[in-house]
């Protein structure tokens, strides 16, 4: 059975940072895709990034070079660290599977996950 364990949400204000974690049971983190996405009240779900069994990562335009997606295989965790924070990341924010055959982008991570976890609120304060 997979089970993906989110957590390390929380407040912060504007400018401040965040480390998520997911830790995945029945499922090894470094498989084909695995990523982020989130969705805020009233939004729809949007990917955040995503990391490929080769470590090669993918970024939302709007997190590009403020978040950082990464992974231990010992620890079978993903992680999503989160820098610079501005108010529009507030959202719950969950890890998830994609399986292969769907290919391995930001858009997909969000709309067509197989596996996901129950999420982690964060909320960035101006």
């Known amino acids: 059975q997979v089970q993906l364990v989110e957590s390390g949400g929380g407040s912060v204000q504007a400018g401040g940072s965040l480390r998520l974690s997911c830790a995945a049971s029945?499922?090894?983190?470094?498989?084909?895709?695995m990523g982020w996405f989130r969705q805020a009240p009233g939004k729809e779900r949007e990917g955040v990034a995503t990391?490929?069994?080769?470590?090669?990562?993918s970024y939302a335009d709007s997190v590009k070079g403020r978040f950082t997606i990464s992974r231990d295989r010992a620890k079978n965790t993903l992680y999503l660290q989160m820098n610079s924070l501005k108010p529009e990341d507030t959202a719950m924010y969950y890890c998830?599977?994609?399986?292969?055959?769907?290919?391995?982008?930001?858009?997909?991570?969000?709309?067509?996950?197989?596996?996901w976890g129950q999420g982690t609120q964060v909320t960035v304060s101006s």
């Open positions: 998830a599977a994609l399986l292969w055959p769907r290919v391995c982008t930001v858009v997909a991570v969000a709309r067509d996950h197989s596996y």
């Open positions: 029945g499922y090894t983190v470094s498989s084909y895709c």
């Open positions: 990391i490929r069994s080769d470590g090669v990562t």
